[in-house]
């Protein structure tokens, strides 16, 4: 098996370029060939999977978060959107929520069953914004939780506080905005504080923001907080932890193959924890359109864990 390794260095708070240095050596002990290509600038790897997925690889293997993720993904698509090689999972990031849906749970885990060739299809979300268009293979956000992440990253300084920091900023001048749209296309009109399309059930690591998921069913997860005051947005806050924040009333659920968004304000968006794009926006679902290395597909031991 030859495999291409796309390594993202800052990403585990710059933990990646070591990890990736440790995968490589394992990877060697299981007989694999491998390249490693590492990133050096917001992008770049992108720009690599673009030229390199139709290249001769038994698969694309991604070292890093939901981020790097999101860049490797993207790259892919835009070289051959038909996917013909895998792509594999070296988690190393702060969050890693898509690949504890996989389930991926160490790098010496993901490196066995890469080294066994085992896989699944998975979905991928398609979202047309009003300044571009890209994939997601986690979630997509805009309202609040945007809000707070775009805040958060002129504070970076601070590390974990960053967060902290945004969530006060952004809860002080709390406001809700009228939304309309359509969901399989049924009309939706409402007075909310976010929106979050899932592909997978979790989102910043632990947090369970969908707890219905699954990233093989062909559907996305919306959920939406309606208008409520900054103590009910802090209480459901802790609640996002256990998934329970979907029983608050302020709370809506749905499951769609297809959506569309137009806020009154235009908001900024987080695919995968990326700060890039602008609604209005219109997500549509890729049903098992990707191909990953993973252990055999159980998505309802999955759904328990």
Known sequence: M????LVNPLAGRKRGGATAEKALALFRQHGLEVEMRTSGYAGHLIEIAQKEVKGAWDGIIAVGGDGTLYEVVNGMMQGDASLPIPLGIIPVGTGNSFSRDVPLDSVEH???VIAAGKSRKVDLGHCAAADRDFYFINILGFG?????????????????LSYVIGVFIITRHLKSYPLTGEIDGRAYHGDNIFVEICNSRKTGGDMIMAPDAAIDDGRLD????????????LAALPKIFKGSHVHMKEIATFQAEKVHFAPAETRILTPDGEILGHTPITVSVLPRHLTVFAPASDSAAVAQT
């Not at 030859?2 to 390794?5: C, D, E, G, K, T």
């Not at 609040?144 to 590390?159: E, N, P, T």
């Not at 919306?222 to 947005?233: D, E, P, Q, T």
């Open 2 to 5: 030859r495999l291409l390794m």
């Open 110 to 112: 993901a490196i066995t």
């Open 144 to 160: 609040f939780v945007a809000d707070v992440a775009q805040k958060a990253s002129l504070y970076k300084r601070w590390g974990d």
């Open 222 to 233: 919306v959920v939406i907080m309606s208008r409520a005051s900054r103590l009910r947005l």
